[in-house]
């Protein structure tokens, strides 16, 4: 009888370790930090020496994450995760020396700011890390994207997205973005979009006496870009940008609790000549710091939040039913 119930014991105690060894191991399996699925280096050392083949590469239409790990290198490559190519994850060795570049720029041959990108990204659950993406047209190319996102659930840590005018199109209305521990750098309109996104803890480096972002947002949709704890920060060569203008009448471009570059211009907002916009557009702050917030001397059609509004801008409350992490 003893024996049996030591025996039981030991047996309940070994089914509960099994439980939890399975349960970590789901864990680990589900985040995207395992082992890759496919490994792209530039050298020929992993399964592919170009991002687009390894992407090429992946099932269709995956309901899990499928891992894609890129060795340092610069990849001289145009990327498309197109959109039946779903819940891809990129993950970069080292976000400095893991590049993706392209030239691209309007007009050239019949290149458009729209198919200018570096990379596109239409399929639903991206994940990019540790990554540099750059569109290397250079500063007097005009329009030239290195980052276009049309996906829905897109995330993008801890990367680099760099160039100069619309580096980042943050497209198509109803898409939710989170960009999260990143360096943005431009000079011109160089956050643009229609998307519902969000920046956390993000460098954003203005390079021109310009504007950052240009929000399109629908009317019917509630949020547009939203920049919390942010760092604005400019080249020494420059001498006053704005916060946004409406690139359509009803942008909405919100800054929460960032710090700002003495160098922003203390109206802020412009309203790209369109006096009607002042009616519709939503630009606001709240507790900006830095020698760049200067709240009464702001356009009196932009706003600084109360507090109570304040608490309605959490990354909750804007993704919904969505947590990016």
Known sequence: ????????????????????????????IDNHAQVPMVTVAADGSGNFTSVQAAVNSLPDH?????????????????????????????????????IISWNDHAGKGNINTFTSYTVLVQGNGFVAENLTIENSAGKDAG??????????????????????????????????????????????????????AVFENCTIYCKKNSYITAASTPQHQPHGMVFFYCSITVAENVQGVYLGRPWRPYAKTVFVECELHERIRPEGWHNWNKPDAERTVFYAEYKSTGKGANPEKRVTWSRQLTDAERKEYTVEKIFGNWKPY
């Open 143 to 196: 329009q030239a994207v290195a980052l276009h996102v049309e996906a829905d659930r897109c995330v993008i840590k801890n990367c680099r997205i760099v160039g100069n005018q619309d580096t980042l199109y943050a497209g198509v209305d109803n898409s939710r973005q989170y960009y999260k521990n990143c360096y943005i750098e431009g000079t011109t309109d160089f956050i643009f979009g229609p998307a519902t």
């Open 62 to 98: 995956a309901q899990g994450k499928l891992v894609v790990y890129i060795k340092n290198g610069t990849y001289y490559e145009k990327v498309h995760i197109p959109s039946w190519k779903t819940n891809v994850v990129l993950i970069g060795e080292d976000k400095h020396t893991t």
């Open 1 to 28: 009888m003893i024996f049996t119930v030591r025996t039981h014991f030991r047996l309940s105690r070994c089914l509960v370790r099994i439980i939890f060894v399975v349960f970590f191991l789901q864990k680990a």
